[in-house]
């Protein structure tokens, strides 16, 4: 006979909820100790790796091996660094390089920083192939547009990381790269066909797979040559036929956010819940925006009904726990002993290394231009936010670029800045005369306000250095600097090259 009063606790189990604050809340604790498997960290939870250790100490105590999981790509999108930027180049950037050894002594470096403040599961590498340039949530954090590249970055990543006893997930199965919607916002389509499938998207997961990862996360994406149907969090087909039987995958799967547009506009959270469970996943990523105690109530009470109806069956969710259990233990073994030592402020040498030797010059004629005179007057683009990165996070090439050469001065512009001005250019200008003039942009390529406003400034100005700090998909400008993410370190690695600070030789793009 079935024993329904064990439901709650299991489905408590494969939650992974986050919530509101830097300390544990009441809730949080009580979960914990109603079987709540994990718990999901976001940039709010952050304000110091040595505050992120008391809290994280605060959850062990109430659940020893609790799962303990964070969102840091070590790039752009960064939670742990959230307060002043990644110190460590992100994708692109260690695919621009493409040295597997040195992307695998990044993400140990990251790992032994993680662990040390008590986070056992990060929800990276991003695994995805950027087919498409235009892709609006993907770009920079991918390692590239070549799934053979894509592939070995993503097995060395995955053996750093979990070479320092966190575990790695590769994300957004299988494969968010060729799409121009954000699952944020709606479900995305990938019209590619099987063996279209087979030859870019699943490349990476596949090598993933074989590299032991120990997490993979689903993507809010409907691929109609896996299932017509259902998105690939609720397709049973996606996660347990194809991954599970014929990939022989054997670890955790967690889903998405399931909040997201992609899933939850159609289904609701509960109804996508449910449906997520019910086709192979283990444990449901959910707080990025609901992150509060009804919003797991709803879920766990939603997982209960579905089973006592019957249209989750009892044993797969059973089946769920026990994977969460799986990793629990594993990472609750791989970090007993380790280091404690907690990283400071200043961030990763060999990320700060990785990031100069990732950027890359273009110069028609760079003679008297590189390195700059003297202060310069560096404008920023600020394109609309990526939900994925965040609007939190600092970026940007002004604020060090000021550290080295004191007078330095910045300012950052929008689209709504330079709308409906009969001369977009003036308000870029505007301070720069005499001085070297540095135009920064993230994605000129996807947005035609900004590289309108880059070659109108360009007309009276040919002299201006262009800084990408997003995918180089489109250069502008006599000179142009690529860096391949918009991280602290990325930003670093460019202002010490304008200054001429820059100890490694940047590359030609």
């Not at 939670?79 to 692109?92: A, I």
């Not at 797969?316 to 007993?336: C, I, K, N, P």
Request: aromatic letters at 4%.
């Amino acid at each position: 006979m079935p024993n329904h009063g064990e439901l709650p606790e299991l489905a408590a189990t494969v939650l992974q909820p986050g919530f509101v604050g830097t300390t544990t809340p009441d809730w949080v604790c009580r979960w914990l100790g109603e079987g709540l498997g994990g718990v999901a960290l976001f940039a709010r939870n952050v304000e110091s790796p040595a505050q992120i250790a008391r809290l994280t100490a605060q959850l062990r105590s109430e659940r020893p091996d609790v799962i303990i999981a964070i969102d840091e790509e070590a790039g752009d999108v960064t939670r742990f660094e959230s307060v002043y930027g990644s110190s460590r180049p992100g994708n692109l950037a260690l695919g621009a390089i493409d040295d597997p050894a040195l992307t695998e002594a990044v993400a140990r470096d990251l790992g032994a920083d993680l662990a040390a403040a008590g986070i056992t599961l990060d929800y990276a590498p991003d695994t995805d192939v950027n087919s498409n340039p235009d892709n609006p949530v993907i770009g920079v954090r991918a390692f590239g547009a070549e799934p053979d590249l894509v592939a070995r970055q993503s097995v060395a990543w995955i053996r750093g990381l979990q070479a320092a006893g966190v575990a790695a997930c590769a994300k957004h199965f299988p494969g968010h790269g060729d799409t121009a919607v954000d699952s944020h916002h709606a479900l995305p389509l990938i019209n590619r066909d099987r063996a279209a499938l087979e030859a870019c998207e699943l490349v990476p997961f596949r090598a993933a797979v074989e590299a032991g990862v120990r997490a993979v996360m689903t993507g809010h994406l409907l691929v109609p040559a896996l299932d017509p149907d259902l998105p690939a969090t609720l397709s049973r087909r996606i996660l347990t036929d194809l991954l599970r039987v014929e990939m022989g995958y054997t670890g955790l799967i967690v889903t998405d956010a399931i909040e997201m547009q992609g899933v939850s506009r159609k289904y609701g959270l509960g109804g996508a819940t449910v449906r997520a469970i019910a086709a192979g996943a283990d444990a449901i990523c959910v707080g990025g925006e609901h992150a509060d105690e009804q919003t797991a109530i709803r879920l766990r009470d939603a997982i209960v009904q579905a089973v006592r109806t019957g249209e989750l069956p009892e044993e797969r969710l059973r089946d769920a726990a026990a994977r969460v259990r799986e990793l629990s233990t594993w990472t609750h073994q791989q970090q007993a002993g380790r280091s404690s030592k907690i990283p400071g402020a200043e961030g990763s040498p060999v990320g700060f290394d990785a990031a100069r030797r990732a950027v890359r010059v273009t110069a028609t004629d760079a003679d008297g231009v590189l390195p700059i005179a003297g202060p310069a007057h560096v404008v920023e683009f600020a394109p609309p936010r990526n939900i994925a990165i965040g609007a939190e996070t600092p970026w940007g090439v002004g604020a060090p670029l000021d550290d080295l050469l004191p007078g330095t001065t910045s300012v950052r512009l929008t689209a709504d800045d330079l709308a409906g001005l009969p001369d977009p250019a003036a308000p870029v200008l505007a301070g720069a005369t005499g001085r070297p003039l540095v135009l920064v942009a993230r994605d000129v390529h996807r947005h035609p306000w900004l590289a309108d406003a880059i070659e109108r400034v360009l007309e009276v100005r040919p002299d201006a250095i262009v800084v990408e700090m997003g995918v180089p998909a489109r250069m502008l400008g006599g000179v142009h600097i690529a860096t391949f993410g918009a991280t602290r370190a990325c930003g670093q690695a460019a202002a010490e090259l304008l200054a001429g600070t820059n100890v490694r030789q940047p590359l030609a793009a």
